[in-house]
């Protein structure tokens, strides 16, 4: 993530509530900006895993919506445990040493891949759906967007302002999608069936799994809160846990409000040239706001690219040999991984996630829904390592609320991670997380098992400020 902004002093105490007001929502809503973007994919994933059922589509979504909830429950605990960030890797670390840290931070690295791959070809979906004639140019336009987005990230990081703003409008317009489409005359668009392939209960219990791709990105404040070095722990912790029920809210009433539309107007799964969301947009809003729609759409998702093409190498800066700020040098990675430019952006990292986004990317075709399953494995078993830690600090702690509130999210998490293997290829996802993990462990033996590794998210987000 981007630098925050820091508080200015004086200006009394108005001045000052005023000034952390502002803070807090620039943070929210640029760290919220993954998981908002994933509104633009995993309703229509859903949708495709139910063979087209509307009547099952409402369900299957509240079901998401409510995972994503008990998730975000386990997290604010994690946020309260470590103020100071560090995510899962620290939870993990804590609870069974140093080096199953690797676990999830492996995880993290695909998931960043990922996120850069799918985001950047739903940026492009978002454009064919406007503009049709660039469909059969997807994949160049995908590949050329993985690059432009890349490379800009050269130049320096985006502010934090900016992410927010994007977020915003694509709300903002959003509900302007929803109110108009409450006058709107149905009219089924693309496949519709009621044969779901499944008995109803199964079919919702086999596509919930495939949705959970939303749930992407409902971590980072447990990390991000790690660049709000202008606040004590308990500031920190606040906003980090403030930051988490804001985006349940809005990524839960964005995704329902546009689940229950698409499944009010018929929209079903759509031509290969559009989305379901811009059919919904298409049929229910007059065209200036489905054009608005496309390009914040479009907007959101480069900037959740561009998120990842920050914090991706910024891990890797964080893990390659440098000398830290008391005069030791720590790092187990190359130091190249770490060689800045003049705008502070780690240029060799930035190559090496454009190259690795590039081979995914092209892997898929630039199809956004050939992704999500992938996406989804990805950042479910760094879930699954967090909750786990959890569970086992409420034992020792005697916090018997709070285990089963970790037993219970880690089985849901459990679940949905086992449910997505047995599709086949996202144990492709799985074992390109354990083999970094595998890699990097087998660094950290080499440089001699370095104490502090399991910090290593945090201090890439303190890198960034």
Request: some cysteine.
């Amino acid at each position: 993530m981007p630098a925050p902004e820091r508080v200015a002093p004086g200006g009394g105490l108005a001045g000052a509530l005023r000034s952390r007001t502002a803070l807090l929502l620039a943070f929210s809503f640029a760290v919220m900006a993954d998981p908002v973007s994933s509104v633009a994919y995993a309703i229509e994933a859903a949708l495709r895993a139910l063979n087209g059922d509307l009547a099952l589509l409402v369900p299957t979504m509240v079901l998401v919506v409510a995972i994503i909830a008990l998730v975000i429950l386990n997290y604010r605990q994690l946020v309260i445990r470590y103020p100071q960030g560090g995510g899962a890797s620290a939870a993990v670390g804590e609870a069974f040493g140093d080096r199953w840290s690797f676990v999830p931070i492996g995880a993290l690295v695909v998931d960043f891949v990922l996120t850069i791959a799918i985001s950047v070809s739903a940026g492009a979906s978002a454009a064919i759906a406007y503009f049709p004639a660039l469909a059969p140019w997807r994949l160049l336009l995908a590949l050329g967007l993985v690059i432009l987005v890349g490379a800009g990230t050269w130049f320096g990081h985006l502010g934090r302002l900016v992410f927010a703003a994007m977020t915003v409008g694509f709300i903002i317009v959003s509900i302007l999608v929803l109110l108009y489409g409450l006058g709107a005359t149905p009219q089924p668009v693309g496949t519709i069936t009621d044969t779901p392939g499944h008995p109803p209960v199964i079919a919702v219990i086999l596509a919930f799994p495939v949705a959970m791709a939303l749930a992407t990105g409902v971590e980072a404040p447990s990390s991000a809160i790690a660049q709000l070095g202008q606040l004590d722990d308990a500031g920190r912790s606040r906003f980090g846990r403030v930051t988490l029920w804001l985006t349940l809210a809005i990524v839960g009433a964005i995704t329902l409000g546009l689940t229950l539309e698409a499944a009010h107007l018929q929209i079903g799964i759509p031509p290969e040239d559009s989305t379901q969301i811009a059919e919904l947009a298409r049929l229910a809003a007059p065209d200036p706001v489905f054009a608005a729609f496309q390009l914040v759409t479009a907007l959101l998702l480069l900037s959740a690219a561009s998120s990842s093409f920050q914090a991706g190498p910024g891990l890797l800066k964080a893990l390659a040999r440098h000398t830290n700020r008391q005069g030791d040098t720590v790092g187990i990675l190359p130091p190249a991984l770490g060689h800045t430019n003049t705008h502070h952006t780690p240029y060799w990292g930035v190559v090496l996630f454009i190259v690795l986004a590039c081979a995914v990317t092209a892997a898929a075709g630039g199809i956004d829904q050939e992704l999500v399953l992938f996406y989804a494995v990805s950042v479910f078993l760094s879930f699954l390592a967090g909750l786990l830690s959890m569970a086992l600090f409420s034992n020792r702690e005697g916090r018997r609320g709070y285990l089963i509130m970790n037993i219970a999210g880690a089985a849901v998490v459990a679940f949905t991670l086992i449910a997505n293997l047995s599709r086949g290829l996202p144990l492709i996802s799985l074992a390109a997380a354990l083999i970094i993990a595998a890699v990097l462990y087998g660094a950290w033996v080499s440089a001699g098992r370095p104490r502090g590794i399991r910090n290593v998210a945090a201090e890439a987000e303190e890198m960034s400020e």
